[in-house]
């Protein structure tokens, strides 16, 4: 599949980057973006410019498009605001509606010792030591809509001083710093920032609360609460409950139902202040409780469960990102480059749902649409641009009933 032209429905979509950009960057933006989405080989640099025509007037040499991932003057935090706002503009909030931007971390499995940011890294996924990249990752989601956001790489603190080009960050730093404190919402929605327990961390509440924006998300065992004015553990705490103390409840959320036995209350943590505790009663043997916290004491107890089960989201941004549009398939070595690279594939993944969503009037009731189904709807349109290419080439002319229903009516399936 060859690109002769930016197809329309993407160009229209495109347009609000423009002023992002000179007009040279622009183009590869545009070109690199919709090579991203419709290469069928691996997303390095030679394939995604070997998928864009000889005969493109707008092509440009492959030296041309490493430059503009590592060295042209864009600024991919504006990219990924523009993205952000497009994405608020279209699902069209509620006022007082809550905007959820969900935080992780991802592994990438490299192998050398050349690309920025390599090192040895314990992978959860793989429930072992691997050799790459880590990066803080998050997505936004609303209602049950959600994108990508952004992907920072994390350095460690001895590889960054021994490189001396990058600031040395931790983790929830990168979060706040690079993700969290330069997301602009509108002035009426509510931001809460989700994430696991391998996330608390006092400063990064309390940075968050400083925005005004709230958190959700697990506490380990060993972290402590307020009870009968001394601070106690926990699980420790947990203990002290009885079965009827609990009370069950059912919550939906990604489409499924789920049972929980819960108990809950507003508490104090040392540091954080006021939070609502909620400690759902272990299901089996094998299973301990499990801890939650939210820093909003408006929310039920059914909210906050429903939104933490919404987490799980950011892992499939992770997996669909990976195996649909090639965001791990980078061959880069300079970190910008590389988060420039991620940056376009989580951009062409919000321009596909954009696409999708045109026209629709609740959205809030809306399927959650696939990433492979909305993919195959553009690699439709520039198939058909690339067949018509062919055509006028060779001086044949154009069917009047249209590329494609012409192909269906000779047997052809899409």
Request: with cysteine.
């Amino acid at each position: 599949m060859k690109i002769v032209d930016i197809p329309l429905k993407l160009q229209g979509h495109l347009g609000v980057f423009r002023p992002l950009f000179t007009r040279p960057s622009y183009q590869s933006f545009c070109q690199m973006g919709t090579a991203i989405a419709v290469c069928q080989k691996s997303r390095t640099v030679r394939n995604l410019h070997d998928t864009i025509a000889e005969n493109n007037k707008k092509k440009k040499s492959r030296r041309a498009y490493n430059w503009f991932f590592n060295d042209a003057k864009w600024d991919e935090d504006k990219v990924a605001q523009v993205k952000a706002d497009a994405f608020f503009k279209t699902i069209k909030p509620k006022k007082e509606k809550r905007i959820l931007l969900l935080i992780d971390d991802t592994d990438n499995e490299k192998k050398g010792k050349k690309t920025d940011g390599v090192g040895k890294f314990f992978s959860h996924a793989e429930n072992a030591f691997i050799w790459g990249n880590n990066f803080v990752t998050s997505s936004l989601q609303y209602g049950n809509l959600f994108i990508p956001h952004k992907a920072r790489m994390y350095i460690k603190e001895e590889d960054a001083k021994k490189d001396g080009r990058f600031e040395f960050k931790t983790k929830p730093q990168i979060a706040f710093e690079e993700i969290i404190e330069p997301l602009e919402i509108p002035s009426y929605m509510r931001l809460i920032v989700v994430a696991d327990s391998w996330w608390f961390s006092e400063q990064l509440i309390n940075s968050c609360r400083g925005l005004n924006h709230h958190v959700i998300c697990r506490i380990k065992s060993n972290k402590c609460v307020e009870a009968n004015d001394s601070y106690k553990q926990v699980q420790k705490y947990a203990r002290n409950l009885e079965k009827k103390d609990f009370k069950e409840i059912t919550i939906e959320a990604r489409g499924k139902k789920k049972k929980y036995k819960f108990f809950e209350k507003i508490t104090e943590m040392e540091n954080i202040g006021k939070v609502r505790l909620v400690i759902t009663e272990k299901t089996t043997k094998k299973k301990e409780p499990k801890y939650f916290i939210s820093t909003d004491l408006t929310l039920t107890v059914e909210e906050i469960l429903t939104i933490y089960e919404n987490r799980w989201n950011i892992e499939t941004c992770h997996r669909e990102a990976n195996q649909k549009l090639g965001f791990k398939e980078y061959q880069m070595r300079d970190k910008k480059g590389i988060e420039r690279f991620i940056q376009l594939v989580f951009l062409m993944w919000t321009m596909l749902l954009l696409i999708e969503l045109r026209g629709k009037i609740d959205i809030d009731a809306l399927e959650i649409p696939r990433l492979g189904e909305m993919l195959e709807g553009l690699r439709l349109e520039v198939f058909a641009d690339m067949f018509s290419g062919v055509l006028v080439f060779f001086g044949y002319p154009l069917p009047m009933e249209g590329v494609i229903s012409t192909l269906k009516r000779y047997g052809y399936k899409f």
